[in-house]
C-alpha cells in the first residue's frame, strides 16, 4: 500500500485560496483546483482566519502558520517533577494557569513556569489520557454561542429602577469598600436557585441557597449575608434586570444601600460577579441540582473562591484584601 504523504500549504496557495474564495468558489471547488483534500482546505480555512474580522487574509494567514510551526518546536514539555505536582494539585483548588505561573515561585523559589507552558501540559496526550487535567480549567467544558434574548418585558418591572450610568464614580472605580455586584443561578434540575454576592474592590464573594429564584428568596440571602457588615461596608449594590430583584427597595431599608441596574441585556456591565458565578460553575457544573447542595458545600467553595489568588489583586486572595483592610463586626 502506497504511503500517504502530506505537505504544508505555500504561501502561493494562500494567495490563490483567498482569490478563490473571493470569487465566491466552494472548499471542494478550491481542493480540485489545488489538487488539495477538502479537509485540509477545511481546516485551513477554520485556523488561519482572521480571528477579529472573519476573513481569511493570506498573509496573516501565513504569518499563523509560520509562527505556529515555530512555537511547536521551540515549546518544551515541563519535566521538573516538583513543578508538574505543584500544577496538578493547584488547578484541583480550580487555579488559573497564569496564576499557577505567577504564584509557583513564591511557593516554591527557585522553580519557574510560563502559563503557556502550563497550557501545553495540561493538553499534552498523554497527561490528559492519564489525567484529564483540562476538566479543571475555567469554562473548559462550554462553548460560547450566541442566546437570544428575552423580550417578555416591554416595560421596565423593576419599581424606582436607577442606571447604572449614575452609579458614584467612587464605586465605578473601585475607590472604596462596600459597592456590591448581585447576581442569581438557576438550575434546570429544581426550582432552587443560588444567590452570589461579590464586594468590587476586594472581590470577596458571599454565596446563599435560594428554595427559589424569587424576589423574596433572594431579599431574604442578601440581607442576612451582608447586615453583619458595617454601615460603610453597605453602599450600593448593583443588580441586572431580572425579576429576583424587584425587591431591591426593601434590601435597601434593611442595609442602608442605594439599588443600581444594568441596562438591558448587559449583563456585562457587572462582570466581576459575572465572573465569579462562571467560577462556581467548575463546581457545580450545568444540570446541578441545586437543592441537594449542602450548606457546608457551598461555604467550602465560598472559600475556595476567597483564597484563590487573583491577577487583579496583584495575586493576592480577596480574603487577604478583604480581611487586612476592612474591620468586621464582631
Known sequence: MKKLTYNHLSSEERDKIAVLRAQGKSI????RKLKRNPGTLSRELQRNKSP????????RAQQRAVNRKKESVQRERIRNPKIRAYIKRKLKLRWSPEIIANML??????????????YQFIYDPDVRKEYNLVRFLVRSRYKRRL???????SKSHIPSRVPITERPAEANDRQRYGDWEADTMVSRQSSAALGVALERKSRWVHLAKLSAKTSRAFRSAINRRLSRYPRHLRRTITYDNGSENTEHLEINKTLGTQSYFCAPFHSWEKGSVEHIAGL?????????????ISKERLRHIEYL???RPRKCLDYRTP????????????
Request: aromatic fraction near 8%; charged fraction near 25%.
Open 280 to 292: 462556581v460553575r467548575l463546581f457545580l457544573p450545568k444540570k446541578t441540582d441545586f437543592a441537594t
Open 147 to 153: 442566546r437570544g434574548h428575552s423580550k417578555k418585558h
Open 105 to 118: 515561585p513564591k511557593d516554591m523559589p527557585g522553580l519557574s513556569v510560563s502559563h503557556e507552558a502550563v
Open 305 to 307: 473562591l476567597n483564597t
Open 28 to 31: 471542494r471547488e478550491i481542493a
Open 52 to 59: 477579529t474580522y472573519n476573513v481569511y487574509l493570506p498573509h
Open 319 to 330: 480574603a487577604e484584601v478583604f480581611t487586612s483592610s476592612v474591620a468586621l463586626r464582631s
